[in-house]
């Protein structure tokens, strides 16, 4: 007798214009499929060799993504229910800081804590010096927010110091580094780039290492934006926005409660955005799995426009740098209505890149 496999259930198929892939949220990994085996497991029907090839029914089960499966035993594996809740008003926030300290920055972390923020990004200007840095992150302990993120410049003050009295700090970036590197310092991680720090304006180029493989963030992408739902930042004015890089303010720290400035409707208008309604993405295969900037897009006036800052196509599956990239509007073209790909142009270019392969 043939035997049958069935995909576990939080290994869950994403299919693209051009790639389909596997997101394995337990393990953390994405693995590419061939369409026709997405077909198959796509709607959780058991599976052997002769739907997938023998192949590909190999690989699936080396990467342990597929389990054996008598078929009188299929109902007792029901699909994984997906389903983001999140009960905290804030799920994260970012302040900035700067030598001016325009704002009370205490007194902004500790209204975060009161609406349940849990994890917070602290943006240190050039010019803020190390003591500074830390008189917040002291006023941190004791708080609801239990995971801090830190960028400042490098050679202010000993980052290993910061990491080892604060275990509460769980990465710490330093920009304008001699080198890159990577330290492991207990439970933080310490990244040194050569990289200049621009602030916000880094914010929202998308690459492989971002990519985020887990429940939580997968059932929050389902059915909500990952980078702005229910997140706030506050400027290194105390101004309170959505993105510290959005141009839209809803009040200041100090004379707008940031409960208050949450309720308004414009903060919460993109919160419901996913890569699934927006422009290109929707044909991308790591929807799933890819933080998505409302900001820096190509059209600021449209709230689906496709991110401004992605530098992956896939339409021809390709990176830029890689061979056989081409841009995405040559595969296509924007529209007021949105991007409609242009099947033939694909073709064309597919042709081209299997030709230089």
């Given at each position: 007798?043939?035997?049958?496999?069935?995909?576990?259930?939080?290994?869950?198929?994403?299919?693209?214009?051009?790639?389909?892939?596997?997101?394995?949220?337990?393990?953390?990994?994405?693995?590419?499929?061939?369409?026709?085996?997405?077909?198959?497991?796509?709607?959780?029907?058991?599976?052997?060799?002769?739907?997938?090839?023998?192949?590909?029914?190999?690989?699936?089960?080396?990467?342990?993504?597929?389990?054996?499966?008598?078929?009188?035993?299929?109902?007792?594996?029901?699909?994984?229910?997906?389903?983001?809740?999140?009960?905290?008003?804030?799920?994260?926030?970012?302040?900035?800081?700067?030598?001016?300290?325009?704002?009370?920055?205490?007194?902004?972390?500790?209204?975060?804590?009161?609406?349940?923020?849990?994890?917070?990004?602290?943006?240190?200007?050039?010019?803020?010096?190390?003591?500074?840095?830390?008189?917040?992150?002291?006023?941190?302990?004791?708080?609801?927010?239990?995971?801090?993120?830190?960028?400042?410049?490098?050679?202010?003050?000993?980052?290993?110091?910061?990491?080892?009295?604060?275990?509460?700090?769980?990465?710490?970036?330093?920009?304008?580094?001699?080198?890159?590197?990577?330290?492991?310092?207990?439970?933080?991680s310490i990244l040194r780039t050569?990289?200049?720090?621009?602030?916000?304006?880094?914010?929202?180029?998308?690459?492989?290492?971002?990519?985020?493989c887990n429940r939580e963030f997968?059932?929050?992408?389902?059915?909500?934006?990952?980078?702005?739902?229910?997140?706030?930042?506050?400027?290194?004015?105390?101004?309170?926005?959505?993105?510290?890089?959005?141009?839209?303010?809803?009040?200041?720290?100090?004379?707008?409660?940031?409960?208050?400035?949450?309720?308004?409707?414009?903060?919460?208008?993109?919160?419901?955005?996913?890569?699934?309604?927006?422009?290109?993405?929707?044909?991308?295969?790591?929807?799933?799995?890819?933080?998505?900037?409302?900001?820096?897009?190509?059209?600021?006036?449209?709230?689906?426009?496709?991110?401004?800052?992605?530098?992956?196509?896939?339409?021809?599956?390709?990176?830029?740098?890689?061979?056989?990239?081409?841009?995405?509007?040559?595969?296509?073209?924007?529209?007021?209505?949105?991007?409609?790909?242009?099947?033939?142009?694909?073709?064309?270019?597919?042709?081209?890149?299997?030709?230089?392969?």
């Amino acid at each position: 007798m043939t035997k049958k496999y069935k995909l576990f259930a939080d290994c869950i198929p994403i299919r693209g214009y051009r790639r389909c892939a596997v997101c394995d949220l337990s393990n953390r990994n994405l693995f590419h499929i061939r369409e026709s085996t997405y077909i198959a497991i796509a709607h959780g029907d058991l599976i052997d060799a002769d739907d997938v090839g023998i192949d590909e029914l190999n690989a699936l089960i080396s990467s342990n993504l597929v389990f054996e499966c008598p078929p009188e035993l299929v109902g007792l594996f029901p699909p994984m229910r997906m389903e983001h809740v999140q009960p905290m008003a804030v799920r994260s926030a970012i302040a900035e800081l700067d030598i001016q300290k325009q704002y009370d920055v205490r007194e902004a972390i500790e209204q975060l804590s009161v609406l349940g923020c849990a994890h917070l990004q602290i943006l240190a200007y050039a010019d803020v010096m190390y003591a500074d840095i830390e008189s917040v992150i002291t006023g941190i302990e004791g708080k609801n927010i239990i995971n801090v993120d830190v960028v400042l410049r490098h050679g202010i003050g000993d980052l290993s110091v910061m990491a080892d009295r604060y275990p509460f700090v769980f990465s710490i970036t330093a920009y304008g580094a001699p080198r890159t590197d990577m330290q492991k310092r207990g439970g933080c991680s310490i990244l040194r780039t050569t990289e200049p720090f621009t602030g916000c304006r880094q914010c929202g180029a998308v690459a492989p290492n971002q990519f985020v493989c887990n429940r939580e963030f997968f059932f929050l992408s389902g059915g909500y934006n990952t980078c702005l739902y229910r997140k706030v930042a506050i400027d290194r004015e105390g101004y309170i926005r959505s993105c510290p890089a959005s141009p839209q303010r809803f009040g200041r720290v100090g004379e707008t409660p940031i409960a208050g400035a949450m309720s308004q409707p414009g903060f919460r208008r993109l919160w419901g955005i996913t890569k699934d309604r927006v422009d290109v993405c929707r044909d991308c295969e790591f929807r799933r799995v890819c933080p998505d900037c409302r900001v820096f897009t190509r059209d600021p006036h449209s709230p689906t426009a496709h991110p401004a800052r992605c530098a992956y196509n896939p339409y021809l599956a390709r990176w830029a740098g890689q061979a056989g990239y081409a841009p995405v509007e040559e595969c296509g073209e924007f529209t007021p209505g949105g991007f409609v790909p242009d099947a033939e142009r694909i073709a064309r270019l597919l042709e081209q890149q299997d030709a230089h392969c």
